[in-house]
């Protein structure tokens, strides 16, 4: 619920601070260039032009944006889609995980569709949640595979299928964002839900999640630097 209230307390603040009604509908406001994320946009300067006509330059090494880009989100549609599959899987997740490993579990999937981002989608700004909540889908599933459970004789299945496929069937979809964070909830689900009788030492649980984290912003800095 703390996640979720911090998730549409930012969608009002950007609503707040730019009074545009592109925030609301799905546009791109300057609060998204500043705090959106994209392989270019860390890489080297770059001038928008505002539907005013005005232009806004965005300055590279941005590496809050990998952050920043997951609590950000285009109109109450986008914002409401996310939070809805937050308020699903965490109560799910949180009292199997404890507290602070739920949301090391998060963000350990945020930052891994940030990689995704980085690595796969090309020109706009990418913004929102949903690589952090795809990574929570992919880790449910992983977690139940793992206790013996058919995920795909549950809901929990069905949904990640299903949301893979729409990531890849409609357009202007951020499938990098999708994509890196299910896999680094799976690679996390895998040690952090695993059955009592074949989960490793306690530290693994913590520091799987850390070590994905600390992982994906490194490849970032490296890719970008490459670039």
């Not at 507290?99 to 090309?122: E, I, T």
Request: glycine letters at 14%.
């Amino acid at each position: 619920m703390s996640l979720i209230t911090i998730n549409v307390a930012v969608f009002v603040l950007v609503l707040l601070v730019t009074r545009e009604p592109a925030a609301l509908s799905g546009g791109v406001t300057d609060m998204h260039l500043r705090l959106g994320l994209s392989k270019d946009v860390l890489a080297q300067p770059i001038a928008w032009q505002s539907d005013d006509g005005g232009v806004f330059i965005t300055e590279p090494d941005g590496w809050y944006r990998l952050v920043t880009s997951g609590f950000l989100h285009f109109g109450v549609i986008h914002l409401a889609f996310n939070m809805y599959f937050l308020y699903v899987l965490g109560p799910m997740l949180e009292p199997a995980l404890g507290r602070v490993n739920f949301l090391l579990l998060y963000m350990a999937s945020l930052l891994g569709g940030s990689l995704g981002v980085v690595l796969f989608d090309s020109g706009g700004i990418t913004a929102g949640a949903s690589g952090a909540v795809f990574g929570l889908l992919a880790a449910a599933t992983v977690g139940l595979w793992r206790r013996g459970i058919n995920p795909f004789s549950t809901g929990i299945g069905a949904a990640l299928i299903l949301n893979l496929f729409i990531t890849f069937a409609i357009p202007g979809i951020s499938i990098g964002g999708h994509l890196g964070g299910a896999i680094a909830g799976a690679v996390c689900g895998a040690v952090m839900l695993a059955p009592a009788h074949q989960r490793g030492p306690a530290w693994a649980t913590r520091a799987t999640p850390i070590a994905v984290g600390l992982g994906s912003v490194v490849a970032v800095i490296l890719i970008v630097g490459a670039a």
